[in-house]
């Protein structure tokens, strides 16, 4: 070993001690290394309930809205109410002229009397050959009835002859005069008899008597005229009615209990059946809304709706759906029956049918993050895990998932900053 | 040369008239050197931002991204293009190479982004391109009161903006914190639906309202009078009653307030506070190229006028005020400057005489006078780097000055006469002053090809210290010796004597005996040296750029969620943590948007509800924490354990961007999916080596969306167009402003929307058909799907972007970590489809040293040319640059002693001292070589030169590392560990070039005459 290649292993060897020594002072400087902690907001698994519901919003209306308007033609000489007014039902609203409905009841009212008084002689005369006819019939019967009982006493008579013969032939004999005398009798008494019988079968079988006959013609034309008088009178009076009937129409009263929601007429306008004068909402109410197709299936007449605004909510029931939809917004429209006063008209309402209840986890839709498949974090060891999950459906806010199990911790918030094995921390677990 | 000295020295009178005129000259020029805080290192730049509402991102990147990226690809000298696609907006960012003209560039850029908007979606708006991302605020000013509402705020911040505006020198004044006003007519969806009005229906309507319809005249006497006839709306209450829908069934007409609540709202999607109160910021600017103090100075004194009539409870407070700083800062470094020139003269005087000191002390001022002249005439800025390359240069230039003085004195000794003294001195010193001049000029030269930010930051160095050794060299040539004939004296032998028994002299002298003796065991022990330090070395840490050392940090805040009040929630929690520190002096802050520029590189965080930004002074005077990041961590650990949905980064002033991670691979391409394959591969093989841990990508993982799926079928049987449904959601959820309000000739903007607030109310919205005029329900048409979108797509240079990022354990580091990836990868298959680019540590060190390296390696070849020149002959350069490698000895063990991190600019340094070293191996082995020539023999040529030149080698050597020393003490980030630098190489290759040029020379002699 020559001297040159000693001093260079010298040199090396003290350099190096001297190396080692200074070399570890530099360590320190080397920022220390701490692992990353996130913190991070979490939630704990559970199954939860959420009510599906079908919400929408729905117009207050009334239930039939009256367009009132006069039956007549006429000049409109008073309108009684102005819009807004609450009107019963025949509350007067307004009315036409009446001149000539007045002249025209007064003049079926004369008519009415006149014809009244026909009928009431027509009637007199038909009563007084009804009498003379009845008495004709008696008549007739009593000459029946004379000759009945003469054929009856004839009868008697020649049954009283035959017996004092028979009585006298069988205690006296045949030939004996008081029986010869008796059979004559009998024989006198027989066609006495028979006279009064064939009298009284003749009077039978001749029927009515000319005077009845008479009387009953004499009555038939009385009570034609009493009909024809009738009829007359009937006419008159619903000549009457007519007239009162248009007197009455000159007044125009309200059919529905309610609010006038328009007055259209004016006073001196002429007035048509055609031409509504006042306009009523009945305060009877109903909320319609429209339900596209979509939705359709899930709602029936009869189903339990809420309906609410701010300060009311009342629970109903479907009343009708439309079977066709609206041209314009292509909906159903569906309504809903509501009781007086319960909401403004013309007002919006929310409506909620209630669906069913879908169970599962319910997770808000920030907290489920996506790398080609849907993931979320959860917390076990104070490390975040990446946990695949599937997505079965969603709400306004929150998703179902599956893939969880209960008591599992979810992170909420922070998890942009979390990678698989991150450290985390959990702040708060509302 | 000769002959210049020759006239001058006749017309010395002249001479004195220009010396005096160069100092008038100087001093004016001093005075009117633009000043400003900081080199300006910003790239042109530009910002490309397209809003595109309700797209997603995927349809951004497609239909807006992604044809301005292919438009804009045709643009030259483009550095980087970065894209961000975002739900709803566009966000490209064009940065041009730091050669690109700006002009042109920018004008370039507009017209293609212009030319393209043809192209894009319709309902896209039109392209905004904010090009003024170099300018940096010169102040900053908060108005802030516990008392006084926001709206007076923003009046006095309007006077005072006012009378600022009329300070010459202000270019530019911003009011940010001012409440914008808007009539927000929320229409409400079930409303709509009751009354089957589209809110389609109230935009048209209202943008009808709009039109301003001339009346016409009347003619009046033959004079035509006009009539006009406002049209607009005058009151919220005209809006209210604008009749929407004619009457229907029972229903009268349909107002807008049947559907909509119509209310002036201040549109706050941004907020400032100061220390806790609402404030409102006025950012000022000043005009290029000037002296920003005394803009400054007239601010402030027109500020405290204003201020004056201000009530007492406002307060006007300064957030940044840069003149301050630079007036500071510039001052700071003229007194470094001072001091260097007072130590240096200090040094003159007492290894020269007080006579020759102050004739080689006239140089300093002068050369620095000239220099200013051309900073003047070259508008350079005086900020800390130029004051730095002139303290630098201060070491240098007075070299010159030494060595003639030296070399006149000398002749003088030897019994010339002055102008033969002189004149000879002239002769001698002219070839190698310039040589060594040449040399370090070169040197310095190659700062003007130091690539990137670090390039532009250093690019006024080489201009000052080429000026400076310029003017130097005609000084010392032409000034000098006129006043050495007035002033230079012969010296006494005795004297002589006693120079050359300085303790300097011997220890040198044992150092060559020693040498001389051993030749191998010195050169062997000169580079173990050079090898133990190197060690050492790589036992720093890096950080190429340091944090600036003002007492500022700031706090960048990115919310996960995009609405304004959680990004708030987590603001107002910071401040709360901040509230707790005494250290912490005051707070400014904004919510909703960053705050106006604040610092060179501070990145200017864009208006969205996700973002906000807190700047925070500190004095750490009695503090338990030491410095701004020690307060950093601590903050930065509180946050990180609290704070939870929102990325809350501590982050100090730097001059450069900070590298992502220690291991940072960027995989581009087109697919992906690929990407993500790419990068799961990445992270896999990252994980199976040792020493990596927080393994992650920047990719952002997709978050769900609402998908709106629109029956075709159903649409075509319901009269709806595509356009129908899609417009009218998109005025629902982002709004629409069809119009105005006029009130008092202020024009107050209308905005439609709807009450949107959950997906029921987006599927009763109506829709009207503008075909048929009927009107549906979405729910009618369309169904809503959950999807996931990512939030942001980012791209380079057109591709889609990834970027895995490891950190690395202690125990390990990121240059293996780095390699043995590369390794791993080569092998894998997987990522044929994929661009990997490595942006690590590890690149970052290859990039800068093989930058430094290769401009080393020239200017080494070139001072190698010029050394062949001059002593035509190829072996004694190689000789010469010997002392290179040796000065890097001292530069490593100054930053291991020092404890500085590896910096850029320390780097810089030791290639500077390229330049300087060799110069002392010049004036070695010139002299060697003269006395060969002169027969002496190879020992006593050696221990001549080293008679010859040991003085003035350490004097200059010793001038160059005091005149440091304050830069050194001055503490700056970026200054003074290139002072550091200087320092310790400079000192140590002046040891080791005195003893190991001479031995080298030596061995290769006496190997010659082996030979012979």
Known sequence: MNKLTKNILIIIALTSVGFLLIAPLFDQDESEFVERVVAVETLSVSESAFEESYRSVAFISPLQVTQAAFQNIGTITQINVKEGDRVRVNQVLARIDDEQSRLQLQNSKEALSNAQFNLQTAQSNEQAQKQLYDEAIANDEEAINTLFENQNQAKIDRDIALETYEANRDELGEQDSETQSSLITYNQAELSYQVALTQYNTALDSGESNEVVLARSRYNAAQSNTNANTTQVN???????????????????????????RVVGNVNELATPLAPVVVIAS????????????????????????????????????????????????????????????????????????LDDIVGVWLPISSILNDGQPYVYVVEDNRALKRRVTLLGFNNSDVRVEGLTANETVVINGMKSLRSGTSVKVVSQP | MKHIVKWALRRHLIIYIFTLLIAIMGVFAYFEIPKQENPNTNLPAALITTVYPGATSVQVESLVTDPLEKALASLEKVDVMNSYSYNSASVIVVIFDIDADPETSISKLKDIVSKTQSSLPSLAYESTIDDDLISIPSFILSFSSATLEPGELVSYAQSASTQLSRVSGVSRL?????????????????????????????????????????????????????????????????????????????????RLSDVATVNVITTSSAGFTRNGETTVLLTGYFNQNVNAVNIGNRVSQELSRITQSFPSSLRVEEVVFSPKDIDKSINNFIGSLLQS???????????????????????????????????????????????????????????????????????????YAKHDAIMMGVKD???????????????????????????????????????????????????????????????????????????????????????????????????????????????????????????????????????????????????NILSEYVEIVD???????????????????????????????????????????????????????????????????????????????????????????????????????????????????????????????YLSTSGLLKFDVVKTINTALMGTKPTQLTIDNRQIPINI???????????????????????????????LNIDFVNPSIFRQNGLRTITVLSDVLPSSDATSVELELRERLALNQDLQDVEIVYRGELSNITDLISNLGLSSLAVIALIYLILVFQFNNLKQPLIILASIPLSLSGVFLGLVLFRVDIQAMALLGAVSLIGIVVNNGILLVEVINTQLQAGSSIEEAIYQ?????????????????????????????????????LFFGLAMSTILTMVVIPTLVFMTHSKKNVVI
């Open chain 2, 753 to 783: 929307q709807a009450d949107i607030q959950s997906m029921d109310d987006l599927l009763n919205l109506t829709i009207r058909s503008s075909a048929t005029n009927s009107i549906l329900q979405l729910r009618q048409v369309a169904s």
């Open chain 1, 235 to 261: 006419i008159a009076r619903n000549n009457v009615t007519q007239a009162e009937n248009n007197l009455e129409n000159t007044v125009l009263r309200a059919t529905v209990s309610g609010t006038v929601v």
């Open chain 2, 429 to 575: 010193t002219a070839v190698p002053m310039l040589t060594s001049t040449l040399t370090t000029m070169v040197t310095f030269g190659m700062f003007f090809f130091v690539p990137g930010v670090i390039g532009k930051t250093v690019a006024t160095i080489p201009t000052i210290v080429i000026s400076t050794l310029t003017a130097s060299y005609l000084v010392a040539m032409i000034i000098v010796p006129i006043f050495a004939n007035l002033l230079f004296k012969k010296e006494s032998a005795q004297k002589i004597e006693k120079s050359n028994k300085s303790t300097a002299y011997r220890f040198f002298r044992g150092l060559l005996n020693f040498g001389l003796k051993k030749p191998k065991t010195l050169i062997a022990l000169a580079f173990s040296t050079l090898i133990i330090s190197g060690l050492l070395f790589t036992q720093l840490n890096i950080s190429f750029f340091p944090y600036s050392n003002k007492p500022t940090f700031h706090i960048d805040i990115e919310s996960q969620q995009s609405n304004l009040s959680t990004t708030k929630a987590t603001h107002d929690q910071v401040i």
């Open chain 1, 283 to 354: 305060d009877e109410l109903k909320a319609i809304f429209g339900v596209p197709f979509q939705w359709l299936p899930t709602i029936f007449v009869d189903q339990s709706i809420s309906i609410f605004n701010s300060t009311n909510q009342i629970d109903a029931t479907v009343s009708s759906i439309s079977p066709l939809p609206d041209q314009a917004s292509r909906t159903y429209e569906v309504s809903v029956n509501l009781p007086s006063g319960s909401f403004a008209i013309g007002s919006s309402v929310s409506i909620d049918i209630a």
């Open chain 2, 174 to 254: 911003i009011i940010d914190g001012e409440d914008t006003f808007e009539v927000l007519v929320n229409v409400n969806v079930d409303a709509l639906n009751v009354y089957q009005v589209s809110i389609e229906t109230i935009v048209q309507l209202m943008q009808a309202q709009n039109l301003t319809i001339p009346s016409g005249s009347i003619v009046i006497d033959g004079q035509s009078i006009n009539v006009q006839t406002p049209s607009s709306f005058e009151s919220v209450k005209d809006i209210e009653n604008m009749i929407i829908k004619g009457s229907s069934s029972s229903v009268g007409f349909v």
């Open chain 2, 587 to 713: 707070v400014t802050s904004a919510y909703g948007r960053g705050l106006p520029k604040f610092f060179i590189t501070a990145p200017v965080m864009s208006v969205n509800e996700s973002n906000a930004q807190i700047l925070v002074n500190v004095d750490l005077k009695d503090s338990r924490f030491s410095s701004n990041e020690d307060l950093g961590r601590e903050l930065q650990s509180r946050f990180n354990d609290v704070i939870v949905g929102a990325d809350v980064q501590v982050r100090y002033l730097e001059y450069a961007l900070p590298v992502e991670a220690k291991v940072a691979i960027a995989l581009k391409g087109d697919d992906l999916d690929a990407l993500l394959l790419a990068s799961s591969i990445v992270q896999d093989e990252l994980k199976m080596i040792q020493g990596t841990t927080n393994i992650r990508d920047t990719h952002v993982s997709s978050e769900p969306q609402y998908v709106v799926n629109i029956d075709p079928d």
């Open chain 2, 945 to 981: 030169a080293l008679n010859e030149r040991y003085r003035p080698i350490t004097l200059t050597t010793l001038t160059t590392i005091i005149g440091v020393i304050p830069l050194i003490l001055s503490n700056d980030p970026l200054t003074s560990p290139m002072a550091l630098v």
């Open chain 2, 341 to 415: 020139i007072a130590l240096i003269i200090f040094i003159v005087m007492i290894f020269v005489k007080l006579r020759n000191a102050l004739v080689i002390s006239l140089l300093l001022p002068l050369s620095i006078l000239v220099t200013f002249i051309v900073m003047n005439a070259l508008r350079i800025e005086f900020h800390f780097i130029s004051i730095a390359a002139l303290i630098i240069s201060l070491g240098i230039l007075v070299d010159n000055g030494i060595v003639i003085a030296e070399a006149i004195q000398f002749r003088l000794n030897e019994d």
